[in-house]
């Protein structure tokens, strides 16, 4: 292999909302977080890796930064923490757009960091030229040592020049990987995390927050694949939004979900859905590790 053949861990941090799952999907080429209109729609440290004939970048979607208000989000910083820790990159995706960013808050996490920061500035498609060379100009005077790139995640503006910026930055190292693998995380997982999303996307205020789902069957048949999972809440009242009148809501659930994991699994999908009840899961340290929300 080419000795200037470069590898590294970039860590992509922001607010919620920023875009980071939206322009890792695009990078990478297919859906490997969880994209809503809604905050917290990632909760876990996610790898993606991409490869190219001289590079390989293995990127790591993680939680938005938030002040945390239960437990649950407390480990999600935790896994926020954690991934500065263990990087070559830190990429900060921040809405260009917005005029609302806690700076504190960023600045919080960034200073955990010693590795060099790039900042893409994204959704510059909806911003006039002026508006972003000013957002330009104060994130460079925040992050003076940061290369800053505008992009735009939705409409793939840009990404190349990203992706040229990174590898700029990143060591020169042999892969980590072997070149076919895409993602350290198993097929129950995206299928729990494509239920969860169509749960943000179809409920509001509180229920998306407090569910968390389990796949406890995966059987790939010739024909079709048969899938059960469980969809846990908080308290009876939240499961029976859930259910909604007569079974109406996870019926239009269950095929909203079915759809996507088709289009995940390649092959027709049989899904059966339940719902149960374990109370305030998201402050339970035991819940909470059994589930996977440990380092």
Known sequence: MDKQFKSGLVNIIGL????????????????????THKAQTTRHRIKAIFNEEQSQII?????????????????????VREALKDTDLNLLIVDASSTKE??????????????????????SDKIASDVLDKQYDNWKAKYPQAGIIAVSAKNG???HALLEV?????????PYYDTDELTDRSTRFFIQELIREQ??????????????IIVDEFKEKETITVIKATVFVERETQKGILLGHKGSSIRELGIRCRKQIEDFVQQKVFLELSIKVRKDWRNSEQELNRWGYKQ
Request: proline share 8%.
């Open 102 to 123: 806690d700076y504190q808050l960023i600045d919080a996490f960034i200073s955990l960091s010693s590795k060099p920061l790039i900042i893409a500035l994204n959704k």
């Open 166 to 174: 990174i590898k700029v930055a990143l060591p020169i190292h042999p």
């Open 199 to 212: 749960i943000l996307l179809m409920f509001h205020e509180e229920i998306p927050y407090a569910v968390h």
């Open 59 to 79: 990127f790591y979607d993680t939680p938005g930064l938030i002040k945390p208000a239960y437990l649950l989000q407390e480990k999600m910083m935790d896994f």
């Open 16 to 35: 919620p909302n920023a875009g980071k799952s939206t322009l890792l999907n695009a990078i990478i080429g297919q859906k490997i977080s969880a994209v």
């Open 157 to 159: 503006t840009n990404l």
